[in-house]
């Protein structure tokens, strides 16, 4: 699969198969992780491997009661292990360094049949306590992995006439 294809086809899936998933797929997802790019390659970043149904379970209820998260055989967990550093352009590193990792994560999990769905709303402190993150560390995404049990639906985008100027900011 090329990356384009995988870029245009990949839907959120938020229901899964009661299907486990082999440590192949779920080490080369992880790579995807570790060969993401970063702010001067600082890879400050920890990704947790959730399979522990009870555990899911918790991670669901923290994020808000969305149960497909548990529904999935594994949930990865993404974590920033140092949150201080902003970038020349006045962005914070961590975001954008583990949102890219989980970008890639996302994509590598299609190609390889797995579905994903990011997550965002979760609440922070109570994720932390589930897993024992020290205080330090910042949670920046999760997302269920596991094999998709539902078609996947076409979400529209912006055009590009919409999103994109050239030269100067229109
Ligand atoms: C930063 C971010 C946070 C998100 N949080 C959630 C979430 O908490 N729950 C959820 O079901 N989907 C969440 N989504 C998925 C979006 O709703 C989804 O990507 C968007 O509607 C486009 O649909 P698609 O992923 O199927 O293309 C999130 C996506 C992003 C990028």
Redesign the pocket.
Known sequence: MDVFTAISQ???V?AYKDTDIGEDELKRILEAARLSPSSSNRQEWKFIVVKNKETRKKLANA?FG?SFIGEAPVVLVACATESKAIMACGQPAYTVDVSIACAFMILQAYELGLGT??????KEDEVKEILKIPEHVRVV?MTPLGYPNQPL?Q?SRKGLDQIVCFEKYE
């Open positions: 990949r839907r959120s938020r994020a969305q769905c990011w997550i965002g709303a979760f995404a639906s979400k």
